[in-house]
């Protein structure tokens, strides 16, 4: 008689499983993928999804996610349509998009959404003789992935502050560098309104549509991206209920409490309601169950945008970090109970920018940027690692003489160029350069036309370290 396994060999998720005939039916696994809008979500999920269903059939696609390196995949297929309570993500719009003559890269989308896909695979060792008697050796693990803007990862803080500490914060803020010069008419206009002034409801919609012009401006001609609140950004299906027309105000220091019937007390009453109804609701609805993410970071883009936008998306990456983080008295834990996000990967996209000499530059520069941990944390907060990839491969290496010396290059078409070019990158920074290093951009990132690409799921999408990202996420799963 087989002895029986002693249950502290076993995976963690297998112990918590209710039974083997449970796991045999399937298990579920949720991949939340986030990042600053632009940052590549869209064409990550896309290219994944692609490159999973193609697996099969082209094993060499994916040979860094262990279950289809070691041969264990025995079918991926989208989950069907059902009632959803998400919106479904395009995939077979993308996928035709990219693979269109001449190809193009997804539209951009703003809300969040879904989708399923079933992986069967032949689980190893231990779990897959146990399985094996009840279910002929075959697992199927659902994995659902979701698509939502990084945006709203930065009204974590918004939770542990008043409406008053809020504005001094958010407008000091504003006060500094270029956003001083981007903010002079809000600045202008809020001198005019103090928070004691009696409330009006038109005063207060005209200080939100100057706030949030301000944000627009600042998002899509500076490339800035500490932007709060996120829902301002990215509403979302909110698009303009009422009680999101509120703004911070000048609010001296010492001021907590606005009298009844003023200015301050009308836009604390609607940011509180925006806390609890958007920002709570989001945690509490949503991200509790992503218990896998990957946040994906446009490092190359913002060092390309220059100083200011690069030390915003700092900020921000710093920001979206806290919400992986939980400490004793922390508000997500409060908020999110025994329910913890168990896996953490921050990735800088499009690395078929760079040769690949340059590519653990750029993961470092990363880790640098937003003081991410060098291994991953055991304890408390979730596991975390920081890779470089390329969702779709766009470009291929070569190497160019120049001076006498081989120097590598990366060779592509830009979007709408009658050829190919080879283009050289230069040295990615490992750490943000300091003020008097910014000056000639360091970079010249150009759009890359996507390749050739099969839009049925057989020969999958050229990508660069896309399988090694999903085994870091969800590899344990597949064992
Ligand atoms: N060359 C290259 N470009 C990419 C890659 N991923 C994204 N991009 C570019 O970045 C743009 C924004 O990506 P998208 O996925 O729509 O960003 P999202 O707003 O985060 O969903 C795309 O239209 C592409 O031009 C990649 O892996 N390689
Ligand atoms: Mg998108």
Known sequence: MARIPIVGELPDWLSEAANLTELAKGSTVWLAVTGLSRAGKTVFITSLVHNLLSALHNPNRMPL??????GRLLAA???AARAHTLPRFPYAANIEAMAGTPSVWPEPTADISEIGVDIRFAPTGLVGNLLGRVSGHAATLRLRIVDYPGEWLLDLPLLSQSYAEWSRTTLGLWKRGLRANLARDFFTFAAEHPATET???????????LYRALLATARDKHGLSYLQ???FVR???LADAPYLWFAPLEVPDGVDRFAAGSLGALM???YEVYKREVVEKFYDSYFRNYARQIVLVDVLGALLAGR???EDTRLATEAILQSFKYGQHNILTRLLGASRVEKVLFAATKADHIPDSQRENMSTLLRHMAALPVLSARGRDADIDVMSLASVASTIEATQVIDGRDVEVVVGRKVGAAKQA???SGEVPVRPPRPDEWGAPFLDVPVFEPPLIDPAPVDGIPHINLDLALDYLIGDRLQ
């Open 65 to 70: 996610l262990k279950a289809v390196g070691e």
């Open 77 to 79: 297929q989208l989950e």
């Open 199 to 209: 409330g009006s409801e038109a005063v207060a919609k005209e200080a939100h549509d």
């Open 229 to 231: 609140p996120g829902r």
């Open 235 to 237: 509403p979302g299906v």
């Open 268 to 270: 604390a009453e609607r």
């Open 308 to 310: 200011e936008a690069f």
């Open 422 to 424: 080879k283009f050289l």
